[in-house]
């Protein structure tokens, strides 16, 4: 049932943890970023950036400057304490450019806990949201997604 982190990167997320240490002092986070290609991307949390700067987005914008894609899994480590999964906007960044990405976090002592991008932020706003439907040039019925369908659609022009 639990699995051990893979060891191949877990010495560049220790490494960037030590990194952290000093970028977050308060609370030490790092992130790496695994892409199908085998690519491994790193970053520490960033304190003091505004608005915030979690290892989770620090690794996003790191592997979007290297210009590395599909990405297959983000693993955030804590130096001390839970690391906790990536928050709210953290997994809206990371759903706009990877939406089935898997997720593991941990801390020292803990066991990895992993879920998806997908499976925390169900009905996630994102680029498909943004598609227009062919029959239909109401927007806010393209954002309310599949739920409310072709209804509104109907009702454009009463509007
Ligand atoms: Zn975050």
Not at 86 to 92: D, N, T, V
Request: hydrophobic share 40%.
């Amino acid at each position: 049932m639990t699995r051990a982190l893979h060891p191949e990167p877990v010495a560049l997320l220790t490494a960037t943890l030590a990194r952290a240490r000093r970028t977050a002092p308060a609370r030490p986070r790092a992130a790496i970023l695994i892409s199908r290609s085998g690519r491994v991307i790193a970053a520490p949390e960033v304190a003091g950036a505004a608005p915030s700067a979690c290892a989770e987005r620090m690794v996003v914008y790191e592997a979007r400057m290297q210009r590395v894609s599909g990405w297959t899994l983000l693993r955030t480590a804590a130096a001390r304490g839970p690391s906790g999964p990536p928050c709210g906007a953290c997994l809206q960044v990371l759903f706009e450019f990877a939406p089935d990405l898997n997720l593991e976090w941990t801390g020292p002592g803990r066991v990895p806990e992993r879920s998806s991008v997908r499976a925390l932020l169900p009905g996630a706003f994102g680029p498909s949201a943004l598609a227009e439907p062919a029959s239909s040039t109401h927007r806010r019925s393209s954002l309310a997604g599949a739920s409310r369908g072709r209804r509104s659609a109907t009702k454009r022009g009463t509007a």
